[in-house]
């Protein structure tokens, strides 16, 4: 199981310790660091920086948005920053929600997620691949476009810029049943929000088709602690904020997630809780044990013991979600 940084997307500002726990966590080996965007800091930016003052360790974004640009735009950005980092580029990609897409970017979140995300996929690939003019009479995407408030005078173009790699790794975050398991056949590889070492059984089915080389790469909140119930404590603020206030009541991807998971009342309680402007009680109602499952925290002997759950299941790169060089140091000598 390989290792990765994820340093998320910016609050109030920039963080300057970004940039250490870059060049440290690619000096301890680690393979990959993340960057992400949610109404504030993009994704690509921050990684270009990293990407000039390191020279091994991969860049992903986990994710990128797609509603914030069109898939030849999103394709532009991959494939430049692949040629300025030398191939090191993994482009993460993610739907988000309607809250995001609508209240943020407005445009209309899909009535079919599914197409949506295929035919931005589509798209991405034949930049990529560069055998051709990109085009796509799609449901949600149509190269050149062909709208009746257009000219009419669109041209399917083929990329000026010779991609670097036309296999570049293209990865989905994705939470529905439906959408991992589409996921396993239109990209290669898989960015799980909250991933369970003792509940793999909730994403087998959807991961019966994975081919071979497939990757799954789950984030995890890390810190090396003597208190468990304190270290605890930024996991259930984060499970609070995105389960109580990252979507509808009515559609809340991260809150059904957490249903399936075993947690379906917990999580409608939280939602409840967060509507009413209850946000301490919410993050304080996150049950313990979630918290605990989807994270590794505590003392270095309790994270080694845990750390081989992951190690046993089918993920292929955990991304440690930590604020400090400490764990970065410690989770890089368990790893062996």
Known sequence: MRLGL???????GPNPAHLELAREAERLGYHSVWTAEAWGSDAFTPLTWIAAHTSRIRLGTAVAQM?????????MHALTLDHLSGG???LGLGLSGPQVVEGWYGRPFPKSPLTATREYVDIIRQVLRREGPVALDGRFQAL????????????ALKPITHPLRADLPVLLGAEGPKNIAQTTRIADGWLPLYWSPTRTDVYQASLDEAPPG????????????????EGLLPVKAM?????GGMGHAARNFHADLMARMGYEAEARHIQRLFAEGRREEAVLAVPDAFADEISLVGP???????LELWRK???TDLLLMSPDLRTLRVLAELNG
């Not at 509603?67 to 394709?75: F, G, Y």
């Not at 062909?146 to 009419?152: K, N």
């Not at 990757?215 to 909140?221: E, G, H, L, S």
């Open 67 to 75: 509603a914030a640009r069109t898939p030849t735009a999103t394709a």
């Open 300 to 306: 270095r002997e309790r994270i080694a013991e845990r």
């Open 214 to 229: 497939f990757v799954i790469a789950p984030m995890a909140r890390v810190t090396v602690c003597d208190d468990v119930a």
């Open 6 to 12: 994820a340093l998320g997307y910016w609050g109030r």
């Open 88 to 90: 090191r580029m993994l």
């Open 239 to 243: 499970l609070g904020f995105y389960i």
């Open 144 to 155: 050149p476009y062909a709208g009746d408030d257009g000219t009419g005078l669109g041209k």
């Open 313 to 315: 299941g089918p993920v």
